[in-house]
């Protein structure tokens, strides 16, 4: 790896072909499959995303139904737009402490499966973005009792010491290598199970969704990390295990900020089954900070950047090669971070000391930045008059946010972050959502799908059928 040039070949003799695997790229995807120990493994070039869309419209066809988590990462949209799936929703309900998804509950799923039985697939995020992990087992079992395809999209999980949602008995998994191991961007693998999904489809697919000549520099790469795990995974990920406990008792001395952890939630009836050791969620719920605030700090006084931070709270993406250092690091700038918040509530000093800069709560900082639907019942519960394929093709316009009460959205309007679709194209746009996405406006949060006029595009004219299936 040490001189990329000289390793940028392409499909030359004895090197092999991604697309039709039977030398040393078809010996790499074993070693991998050997690791994480699915029925079959694929190398992926294009990140998760391309994995995602060849499991999806590998286990359901053009026109057919599937169920999908809410909260599911764009690339399940767009693989369902593309198919044009008819797409049930299973909605998490919220962890209130921390303003985040919950994990998904195997009898919510059964229950929708029972009243969408046309479902072909069940597809779910575990861990989520923020770290949540769901009983994976428990829904396969569910969802493999009504016989469906099982699809968990573990791109935040590829570290969960190879045993996650391929032991649990999901039929597809797929993996950001270069989200949380050393490997390069871009890289990923898709596993297969048991004999539910056709793999001749798959391989199709994944034909279609990745480029031609994919780039060794990157195969090489998971290659490369492939062996690094095989050598001192295990080592490694006792190392990791070992600084998040040390991480979890240093903080759990802090008085204003909280690290989020599965033996501190005090709500009952959730879902989740753990807490990823990959993602530090720091909430700064009643310190008078935004989470927006406390990257800025970090970042600035601490040169430590945050994956993502939101009005309630900032997460911190830990991975295999964080260094004992680094989790220290992290401890202490929140550790000191807490003390000068914990000083100015006691007035000790002008807030102006306490946090240098343009650090006051723009919003109070305590407004949710994430809208988890409007179901409790585990239900989406938004009106879907087309697929997201007729929306997407039929005919729009733009109309400012006042004009839109009633119409049919044709574009996705995602809050960011945690970019759950407030409302997907093809849904009915209501009074109440529409005050909703006026009021995140105001409050200065990103919504995509809303102009920089402040308009949305909604159908003009339904185009009514697709194509015949
Ligand atoms: C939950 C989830 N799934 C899938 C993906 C896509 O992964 P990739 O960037 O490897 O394509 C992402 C990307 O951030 C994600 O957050």
């Not at 040490?2 to 390793?7: L, R, T």
């Not at 998804?101 to 697939?121: F, H, M, N, Q, T």
């Not at 903080?251 to 900020?257: E, I």
């Amino acid at each position: 790896m040490a001189d990329f040039f000289s390793i940028d070949i392409t499909e030359i003799e004895g090197f092999d072909n991604l697309h039709h695997a039977e030398g040393i790229l078809q010996a790499a995807q074993e070693r991998a499959n050997r690791l994480y120990g699915a029925d079959e493994t694929f190398f992926l070039v294009n990140g998760s995303t391309g994995g995602i869309l060849a499991a999806v419209m590998t286990a359901a066809k053009p026109g057919e139904e599937i169920l999908i988590a809410r909260n599911c990462h764009r690339s399940v949209y767009h693989a369902a737009l593309m198919q044009d799936l008819k797409v049930h929703y299973y909605q998490p309900k919220r962890i209130r402490e921390y303003d985040i998804c919950d994990g998904v509950s195997a009898e919510e799923i059964g229950r929708l499966l029972d009243k969408y039985p046309e479902s072909k697939a069940v597809v779910v995020s575990s861990p989520t973005y923020e770290g949540i992990l769901s009983d994976v087992a428990g829904i396969a079992a569910v969802v493999h009792e009504c016989g469906k395809i099982l699809i968990v999209d573990e791109a935040h999980g590829a570290h969960l010491s190879y045993g996650g949602a391929i032991a649990a008995g999901a039929d597809l998994v797929i993996h950001s290598l270069h989200k949380t191991l050393p490997s390069l961007t871009q890289t990923a693998l898709l596993h297969v199970n048991g004999d539910r999904v056709d793999r001749d489809r798959l391989r199709s697919y994944l034909v279609m969704v990745q480029s031609s000549s994919p780039s060794y520099i990157l195969m090489a790469g998971m290659d490369a990390c492939i062996r690094y795990l095989e050598q001192e995974g295990q080592e490694r990920f006792a190392f990791f295990r070992e600084q998040w406990k040390v991480f979890l008792q240093k903080t759990a001395h802090l008085r204003n900020l909280r690290v989020g952890k599965m033996t501190d939630l005090s709500e009952s009836g959730l879902a989740l089954t753990d807490w990823d050791m990959g993602k530090i969620l720091i909430s700064v719920k009643d310190t008078g900070m935004t989470g927006k605030q406390l990257a800025d700090v970090l970042r600035e006084d601490y040169h430590i950047e945050l994956e993502m931070a939101t009005a309630t709270y900032g997460l911190a993406l830990m991975t295999l090669m964080d260094t004992a250092e680094g989790w220290q690091r992290l401890a202490d700038a929140l550790l000191q971070i807490d003390d000068r918040i914990e000083k100015e509530r006691r007035g000790s000093k002008a807030a102006e000391d306490v946090l240098p800069g343009e650090r006051k709560p723009a919003n109070g900082g305590q407004q949710d930045s994430q809208t988890n639907g409007k179901a409790e019942d585990g239900e989406w519960q938004q009106e879907a008059v087309l697929t997201l394929a007729q929306a997407f093709h039929s005919e729009s316009e733009e109309v400012s946010l006042h004009e839109a009460a009633g119409r049919i959205s044709a574009d996705f309007i995602n809050l960011y972050p945690p970019g759950i679709p407030l409302a997907a194209p093809g849904e009915k746009l209501t009074q109440e959502l529409l005050d909703e996405i006026e009021g995140c406006l105001k409050k200065g949060f990103t919504v995509h799908g809303v102009s920089s006029a402040g308009g949305i595009r909604v159908i003009v004219e339904i185009r009514e059928k697709m194509w015949h299936y």
